[in-house]
Structures are given as structure tokens and as C-alpha cells.
T-cell receptor
Framework: KNQVEQSPQSLIILEGKNCTLQCNYTVSPFSNLRWYKQDTGRGPVSLTI?????NTKSNGRYTATLDADTKQSSLHITASQLSDSASYIC??????????FGKGTRLHILP | KAGVTQTPRYLIKTRGQQVTLSCSPI?????VSWYQQTPGQGLQFLFEYFSETQRNKGNFPGRFSGRQFSNSRSEMNVSTLELGDSALYLCASSLVGSIPTYEQYFGPGTRLTVT
């Protein structure tokens, strides 16, 4: 069964600290993996998109990694800011066009 | 360039009623996808329309339907509303499709509450 599991479910860190969010998937055949940031009351905004051949991709302070062998991805946030408080959603697309969403990690940045 | 717009932003309906939600994609985008988001289930894919044709469909009952017009605007309809249909309904548009590397842009969503 195609699944995307994210951990932790929620995370609280102090402003300025780094953090890493995890995404494990069982989607097959794999096409691509995306990380989205969703602020409260708004639609998701794409952070990164990675295909099978890409191991890492950065977008400012956000760096995503992909290990297609172990079917794991991580999103690393460097020097967190208050504006990073949001839900982060991992989305995996299969080659047959199926799209499977993780339930997200709720990140809270404290001043 | 204006972003994806959705109307209405908030809606309250009672069980058994039907509802129509509207989505206007970014100018030039031909693909529109619809998603349901609930706290328990997260985001779930409803369907995708491209050039007025449904190209992809998620696992939702037939009460959920949609259509796309020649100007790429899309509507989603839910008939015989149930309490469990209360959710944030998100629309996303992309130039060609939601598959592989095509970027999707989400609207702010319509918050539907069924009482």
C-alpha cells in the first residue's frame, strides 16, 4: 500500500536553532517527492521537488535530502525564524500519477 | 501575476444540502487539482482537470464531482453533504499537469463547515 509517514507529528524549537523533519514512504514506482510549507489558514507553498536521481536540494535555509534506496527524505531547517512556524507536508508522486500526502509535521518556533 | 483564487473562502451548510466551490487558476495554467484537508486525514487528492477533462481521480465517493471550463476555471460540487465533509478544500493549478516536476500553486482554500 502506498503510504507516506512523517515524523515527528509536532516539534517545538527555539528561534535560531536548527531542526530536521523526516519523511518515509512506500510509494512505488516512485516519481518525485515534494516538501510543502503551509502557514495557518493558507494553502501549501512548494519548498523543493526532487526526482529519483536527486539526493539533495536547497531553497534558502531549507535543505531537503532524498535516499531513494531506503525511501527516506528529510527537510533540514537552518537558523530557524519565527516565520518558519507552520506545517510541513511531504508529498510523494508515483509514476502512475498517484499522489500521496503525509499528514505533516507541525513546527512551532519560540522566541 | 495573480495567484490562484478560490471562492467563497468560508461556507456553512447543513447536512443533505449541496455546495459548489469555485477555483480560478493562475493565468495560463491549464491544470486544476482539488484536495480535501482535514486534521485527521491530512491532504487528500480529489481530482485533476486538464483542458476541461478529468485526468486523474482520487478515492472519493460520487457525491464529489467537478468540472472545468474553457477558460480553465474549475468548480467542485458536493451533493448530499455529510458532517464528515467539513474540511478545507484546496485548489491548485499548474501549467501542464500535477505529475512529475510540474510546479503546483495552491489557493487559500475554502473552509466548509457542515452542521
Amino acid at each position: 500500500k502506498n503510504q507516506v509517514e512523517q515524523s515527528p507529528q509536532s516539534l517545538i524549537i527555539l528561534e535560531g536553532k536548527n531542526c530536521t523533519l523526516q519523511c518515509n514512504y512506500t510509494v512505488s514506482p516512485f516519481s518525485n517527492l515534494r516538501w510543502y510549507k503551509q502557514d495557518t489558514g493558507r494553502g501549501p507553498v512548494s519548498l523543493t521537488i526532487m526526482t529519483f536521481s536527486e539526493n539533495t536540494k536547497s531553497n534558502g535555509r531549507y535543505t531537503a535530502t532524498l535516499d531513494a534506496d531506503t525511501k527516506q527524505s528529510s527537510l533540514h531547517i537552518t537558523a530557524s525564524q519565527l516565520s518558519d512556524s507552520a506545517s510541513y507536508i511531504c508529498v510523494v508522486s508515483a509514476q502512475d500519477d498517484k499522489i500521496i500526502f503525509g499528514k505533516g509535521t507541525r513546527l512551532h518556533i519560540l522566541p | 501575476k495573480a495567484g490562484v483564487t478560490q471562492t467563497p473562502r468560508y461556507l456553512i451548510k447543513t447536512r443533505g444540502q449541496q455546495v459548489t466551490l469555485s477555483c480560478s487558476p493562475i493565468s495560463g495554467h491549464r491544470s486544476v487539482s482539488w484536495y480535501q484537508q482535514t486534521p485527521g486525514q491530512g491532504l487528500q487528492f480529489l481530482f485533476e482537470y486538464f483542458s476541461e477533462t478529468q485526468r486523474n481521480k482520487g478515492n472519493f465517493p460520487g457525491r464529489f464531482s467537478g468540472r472545468q471550463f474553457s477558460n480553465s476555471r474549475s468548480e467542485m460540487n458536493v451533493s448530499t453533504l455529510e458532517l464528515g465533509d467539513s474540511a478545507l478544500y484546496l485548489c491548485a493549478s499548474s501549467l501542464v499537469g500535477s505529475i512529475p516536476t510540474y510546479e503546483q500553486y495552491f489557493g487559500p482554500g475554502t473552509r466548509l463547515t457542515v452542521t
